[in-house]
């Protein structure tokens, strides 16, 4: 069965310093694989998405992700960290129901801090 | 609206009584999808449609849950005889589903339901 696993639940990281955020995945074929942000009171937003080709994606807000079939890793960083990054970052991958459609499965979600 | 709406956005509802939750999908998606956020989880899946359908509903808990879309555009979420094991946020998203298969969808802000 698919599952997604992000080891760290809290992460605290100071203004402008670098950020990675774990992100390990089980599925049997090539994966479809989101990274996902909620920020208190919002909904979830699209930070960026892999599904195929170069294996490092870039998104909004800065960040960028590294899709690592070896590892089943697919890890986002952003290389200066802003107070207004501290959200809940979520990673997901897609469990295909068919051609059409999808079901994301989502990891717990890390909570990131940002200190000045 | 741009867009997906969820109503209402919070819900206090005593044990054993019934609610319905609603969702307004981005005008033009197709594909609708219910997910359930308990506290320090990420979302986890209910029910996914495709137009008017339920395409999978593997995801309901247990028969206490049912979900409608009959025109394939508005969703709504029922609980009958809800139990405060219910209670968490609510979350509605949306997609195209165009032949070559796009899988970003885009989340509401969630209806948080309190069960006491």
Do not use: M
Request: aromatic share 12%; with cysteine.
């Amino acid at each position: 069965a698919q599952s997604v696993t992000q080891p760290d639940i809290h992460i605290t990281v100071s203004e402008g310093a670098s950020l990675e955020l774990r992100c390990n995945y089980s599925y049997g074929a090539t994966p479809y694989l989101f990274w996902y942000v909620q920020s208190p009171g919002q909904g979830l937003q699209l930070l960026l998405k892999y599904f195929s080709g170069d294996t490092l994606v870039q998104g909004i807000k800065g960040f960028e992700a590294e899709f690592k079939r070896s590892q089943s890793s697919f890890n986002l960083r952003k290389p200066s960290v802003h107070w207004s990054d501290a959200a809940e970052y979520f990673c997901a991958v897609a469990a295909r129901f068919n051609q059409a459609g999808t079901a994301l499965i989502f990891g717990k979600g890390t909570t990131l801090s940002v200190s000045s | 609206g741009a867009g997906v709406s969820q109503t209402p956005s919070n819900k206090v509802t005593e044990k054993g009584k019934y609610v319905e939750l609603r969702c307004d999908p981005i005008s033009g998606h197709t594909a609708l999808y219910w997910y359930r956020q308990s506290l320090g989880q990420g979302p986890e899946f209910l029910i996914y449609f495709q137009g008017t359908g339920a395409a999978d509903d593997s995801g309901l808990p247990n028969d206490r849950f049912f979900a409608v879309r009959p025109e394939g555009s508005v969703s709504t979420l029922k609980i009958q005889r809800t139990e405060r094991g219910d209670s968490a946020v609510y979350l509605c998203a949306s997609s195209l589903v165009p032949g070559g298969g796009s899988y970003e969808q885009y989340f509401g802000p969630g209806t948080r339901l309190t069960v006491t």
